[in-house]
């Protein structure tokens, strides 16, 4: 029980999803009185949400959350305030329409009443002035116009002013990422001051060397789980890299996946003009290539495949819920009038009403798990669809058909027109999502997407033609097939 | 006129051009105010007078409250297109019921601004476009004033002629009330803690909510606010025309709109100002009709020409805007 005391806040077994997406899988997490923690991670690995988590702004779906040793039941930011637990978000959360001590007002209940201005103003230029001496900031100043580090010293300086509301814990999102090399060492070095004098600090950075040098403790994350956790004095850059893993090259992956065990039978199907007995067969966790010249059948089959999930049709057994991302993303992919959000949200529906209507709220925090997850620029989601680059909106398609409850996820070459970093990213999410036990069946018409496939059909005029494996695969087989036998 | 400069004298360089630029920008509404008196006066001398500001100003201060109003919801990232057969609305019954049972009157108005504070929440709870929700409500509010006065007529209390005929001495009562709206306003919402609040769901809706703050509650504060003085404007406009027409506030919704975006408002953002806005309308209602006629320019042409004003006016704001990025 002492232990428990000690600790400012613990999660036990904290769960949260968006839609079918785990984000957080069962996490234990805990930081203790007079203690900095670093948590590192890829982007999409949790942090963010576990953080959320702990500042009170999101719910969570499982688990517990307990703050000095007392379970709360009922967690919100109001309470988290009230305990002494405070959160810079990683995204800027000024109010860009006023002043620098107004901004520090809305953090302070207790600013209030006659002369609220000086005391704001007093407290924000005194904290300011300790942290980083000559910052040249005015309280006056409307935030705005400040330059974006700048904005970004306001904001770590608020977290740490005091007034009614007792202090304990601040949570540090990417302080550094908008300081320059001095602000930020100034910073770092506020923050092992503060820890010393017994608050608790848990630091978020991409920048390795910040956190091996200023956190006492480490936690690493991968895949909304904690994957290893120990005194930072245990890491070294190399340890924590290979520990967040997943950061060497897609290349080596792709030759990883060699399947062994055969996995649950998701699709079998065979196309209306077959005549032998060749069929498509998919299986879970495999990802299916469809490949052949342009317009050979293999759109059809897609769609066949994808009626048949909600009614039964000769010659292809579905079993699992199914999404298609389309190719043609105008015609068939974007509803043209929506914002980016609500174009995501359109397959998950029923995950995200409340009641008989849909919960905006929901559905906000559903676009937003995906625009970090799968990197979709934008500086809002409720901005139209139409606001995004070509690439993007592929993406916002990737995100509909990856955060629905869809186990067979049928792709109709929708890579057309997408940039290559774009590219990159999506076949390993595709990769990614297939060793979680997905099946993809992939039509493109580029003969490098299929080296990312397990097995891939050769389609010519409406039949399949040939069936390679991962390792007879070849662009020369293909063309073969493409082109020859059966004319 | 020199309050509106709320900034001092720039310290330092980075941000001074921005500091420069929004000094620029809040004197812009007195520079067009001052513009439109310069132009009166040298048309027409002896309107600049006591007796003339009282005869030009007539009907500012019913637009100066409604611009207030519509200010507030700017303030909160919506818009209010009902304000205008609102007005009509609280205008007939200012001349029907608030005459004749003053208790039912007052019973309606607190129960329309009521109202106003139920569509705030509804706007805020279903995340609905506020254009269509008060759009709508522009039908019913026009249809409940048609109900309450088929045609025009009824007329104003006493009690409400007597404070609009006021005749304060040195000062035209026009000026003197626009003076104490925009003073009141101003010290409500920009110096006040919790008008910080209010206008922060304006700028960062997203980091109040995470500041533990209600954004329900301030969208209700902020459209009971323009039910508030949507009810004032109502009833200084009848306290000058002495009696009603259920279309008499129609055309109040685009002034407000005008009036606010005049005085250095903007649409999105919770940058407003009072002061600003208040100057906005008088300006719309000095350039509305007094100077036109001065200028003589027939009738036929004055809505046109009035609509010619704003377009430079608010050309004159995008440059200065435009300079600042």
Not at chain 2, 289 to 295: A, D, I, N, R, V
């Amino acid at each position: 029980m002492l232990q428990a005391i000690a600790d400012i806040v613990r999660l036990d077994g904290a769960e949260k999803h968006f839609g079918a997406v785990r984000a957080l899988n069962g996490v234990d997490f805990h930081v203790g009185a007079g203690e900095c923690v670093g948590l590192v991670g890829h982007n999409g690995a949790g942090k963010s949400t576990l953080m959320h988590m702990v500042a009170g702004t999101l719910r969570p779906d499982g688990g517990q959350i307990a703050v000095r040793g007392n379970a709360e039941a009922s967690y919100s930011v109001a309470r988290a305030l009230e305990l002494g637990i405070r959160c810079v978000f990683q995204e800027l959360s000024l109010c860009p329409n006023l002043s620098v001590a107004e901004n520090t007002r809305i953090n302070h209940p207790a600013l209030a009443g006659f002369g609220w201005r000086r005391k704001a103003a007093d407290l924000i230029q005194t904290k300011l002035d300790e942290i980083f001496p000559d910052h040249g900031i005015s309280a006056d100043d409307v935030a705005g116009d400040l330059s974006i580090g700048r904005r970004q010293m306001v904001e770590v300086a608020r977290a740490f002013t005091l007034t009614r509301e007792p202090l304990h814990l601040v949570i540090l999102d990417e302080p550094t990422s908008s300081l320059d090399a001095h602000t930020a060492g100034q910073l770092l070095a506020f923050v092992r001051r503060f820890v010393t004098s017994g608050g608790s600090c848990i630091l978020i950075s991409h920048v390795l060397g910040e956190v091996l040098q200023n956190a006492d403790r480490i936690v690493v994350m991968r895949d909304g789980k904690v994957v290893a956790a120990d005194a930072a004095g245990a890491f070294d850059r190399d340890k924590l890299v290979a520990a967040m893993g997943g950061a060497e090259g897609h290349q080596k992956a792709a030759a990883e996946t060699t399947k062994t065990e055969v996995g649950a039978l998701r699709v079998r199907a065979r196309p209306a003009r077959q005549q032998d007995g060749k069929e498509l067969v998919a299986r879970a966790g495999e990802i299916i290539g469809l490949a052949g010249l342009a317009g050979h059948g293999q759109t059809d089959l897609l769609l066949a495949i994808f009626s048949a999930a909600s009614r039964a049709k000769a010659g292809v057994e579905v079993t699992a819920p199914v999404a298609l991302v389309a190719g043609d993303r105008q015609a068939d992919g974007i509803f043209a009038q929506w914002s980016i959000a609500q174009n995501i949200g359109i397959r998950s529906l029923q995950r995200l009403r409340n009641g008989l209507l849909i919960s905006p709220q929901r559905e906000a925090e559903f676009a937003d798990f995906w625009k970090k997850k799968i990197g979709i620029r934008t500086p809002d989601m409720n901005n139209n669809i139409f606001s995004l680059s070509g690439g993007n909106q592929q993406k916002a398609l990737f995100a509909r058909a990856l955060g629905s409850d869809a186990e067979i996820v049928l792709m109709d070459d929708p890579m057309r027109g997408v940039d290559i970093g774009t590219k990159l990213e999506v076949y390993d999410l595709v990769r990614e999502e297939a060793a979680k036990g997905r099946t993809f069946l992939w039509y493109t018409t580029e003969t490098e997407e299929l080296d990312n496939c397990d097995q891939v059909y050769v389609f010519k005029n409406g039949r399949i033609v040939a069936n390679l494996g991962r390792d007879e695969l070849t662009e020369e087989k293909i063309i073969q097939s493409s082109f020859g036998d059966a004319a | 006129m020199t309050a509106i400069v709320p900034g001092t004298v720039p310290k330092s360089s980075p941000r001074g051009s921005g500091a420069r630029a929004r000094m620029l920008r809040s004197l812009l509404p007195a520079l067009s105010l001052a513009l439109v008196l310069i132009a009166i006066a040298w048309l027409n001398p002896r309107a600049i007078s006591y007796f003339g500001f009282n005869l030009m100003l007539n009907l500012a201060i019913p637009i100066a409250l409604a611009t207030i109003a519509q200010m507030f919801v700017i303030a909160g990232n919506e818009l209010d297109l009902s304000i205008g057969t609102f007005v009509g609305f609280v205008g007939c019954v200012t001349a029907t019921w608030l005459r004749d049972a003053p208790l039912i009157g007052v019973a309606v108005l607190l129960g329309s601004i009521g109202v106003y504070a139920l569509l705030g929440a509804l706007i805020h709870l279903r995340n609905l476009p506020s254009i269509v929700v008060t759009l709508g409500m522009s039908f019913v509010w026009q249809g409940l004033a048609i109900l309450i006065l088929p045609k025009p007529g009824g007329k104003a209390p006493d009690w409400l002629l007597a404070i609009m005929s006021f005749k304060p001495p040195y000062i035209p009562f026009p000026i003197l009330a626009a003076l104490i709206i925009a003073a009141v306003v101003h010290f409500g919402l920009m110096r006040t803690s919790y008008g910080v609040i209010l206008r922060g769901s304006g700028g960062n809706a997203a980091a109040l909510r995470r500041a533990g703050w209600s954004l329900l509650r301030t969208k209700i504060v902020l459209f009971a606010l323009t039910g508030l003085f949507g009810v004032l404007s109502g009833m200084a406009l009848i306290g000058i025309t002495t009696s009603a027409d259920a279309n008499i506030g129609n055309g109040y919704t685009l002034l407000s709109i005008a009036g606010v975006i005049l005085g250095g408002g903007e649409f999105v953002g919770g940058r407003v100002s009072p002061i600003g806005a208040v100057i906005g309308a008088l300006t719309l209602a000095l350039a509305a009709s007094p100077l036109l006629t001065f200028m003589h320019i027939p009738p036929d042409w004055q809505v046109a020409a009035n609509g010619a004003i704003l377009i430079i006016v608010l050309a004159a704001r995008v440059l200065i805007s435009r300079r600042e990025r």
